[in-house]
């Protein structure tokens, strides 16, 4: 396993085993998009409501890289027109296609049947090569496929040892659909907690490096932001240690449902 390992979705493409997410990267997107590629990086994560599109655009065009060396995955919102957000997306990060184009939450009605429809049609137009959910409950995921046929290739939800699902990794586990982890460092919350020190001590390495670690060794992928090259050069410095059964089992056990983003709760738990 290393930063240019792949894992293999259910309509037979490859996405890259770790992403840098964009979220609130606001000050200095298209340079920090350029480090992150030298460095390896090879997915990058981003939303039509991020604010972070145009920078990347710039940053991926500065780098000099071929489409093909780079994994983009962005997001419409609940309330777009689909179809129509596709291609704004793609307009914003001067970009073809998008690796990936995810419904970024459920709607408040309903499952967003309609949305998927969307996305399935822009996925068919070239507009994205694969499609998947944000933020989606067990139920949600089952009643849109059970209305469309189509299984997401990723649900792309909170994931870390502190909130986490068993119930929801074996229904992904079972129809095929990765779980992209985000937020997977607690937005910083929970990076002193004594089990996940200690763990990290142990290993000579970060408590971050634990919890990326930690997704990596169950298939989950996570979406790490970070903006600081320090931050950047650590987050990808996580393949030359392996976790033990013993210690994965301490961190699973750390969980109590725990959410970094403000609801305190778990957006596929409510
Ligand atoms: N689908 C959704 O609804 C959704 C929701 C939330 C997030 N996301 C995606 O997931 C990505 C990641 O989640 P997130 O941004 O919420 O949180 P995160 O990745 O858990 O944490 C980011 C924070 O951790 C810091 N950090 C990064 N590496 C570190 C390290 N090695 N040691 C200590 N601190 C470190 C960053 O600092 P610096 O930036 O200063 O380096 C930043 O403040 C987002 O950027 C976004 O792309 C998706």
């Known amino acids: 396993m290393n930063l240019k390992s792949v894992i293999t979705l259910h309509t037979g493409r490859e996405m890259p085993i770790l992403g840098l997410g964009t979220w609130q990267l606001n000050n200095d997107t298209a340079s920090t998009i350029q480090r992150a590629l030298k460095l390896g990086y090879a997915m990058i ?4 409501d991020y604010g972070t599109q145009p920078g990347i655009g710039e940053g991926v065009r500065k780098s000099g890289l071929d489409r093909s060396d780079f994994y983009l995955v962005t997001k419409v919102e609940e309330d777009d027109i689909a179809y129509e957000a596709t291609k704004d997306n793609l307009t914003e990060l001067h970009l073809k296609y998008a690796d990936l184009m995810l419904l970024h939450r459920p709607p408040r009605y309903g499952v967003g049947d309609g949305l998927w429809r969307s996305l399935i049609k822009a996925r ?10 944000s933020n989606y409950s067990i139920e949600q995921i089952q009643t849109l496929i059970d209305k469309t046929g189509e299984i997401p290739v990723v649900n792309q939800i909170e994931w870390s040892p502190f909130g ?5 990794l074996g229904y992904c586990q079972e129809n095929g659909i990765i779980i992209q982890a985000y937020s997977p460092l607690t937005r910083g919350e929970r990076l002193e907690d004594p089990t996940l020190q200690s763990i990290a001590q142990v290993h000579g390495k970060t408590a971050g490096q634990v919890l990326i670690r930690w997704n990596l060794q169950q298939d989950i992928v996570p979406i790490v932001k970070a903006n600081q090259t320090e931050h950047l050069k650590e987050n990808i410095d996580v393949f030359n240690f392996e976790l033990d059964d013993n210690e994965m089992r301490k961190l699973d056990h750390l969980n109590e449902e725990y959410s970094s983003l403000g609801s305190h709760q778990l957006s596929y738990m409510r």
């Open 45 to 48: 994560d981003t939303s039509g």
């Open 124 to 133: 068919e137009d070239g507009l994205a090569k694969d499609i998947g959910v």
């Open 164 to 168: 986490h699902s068993k119930e929801m």
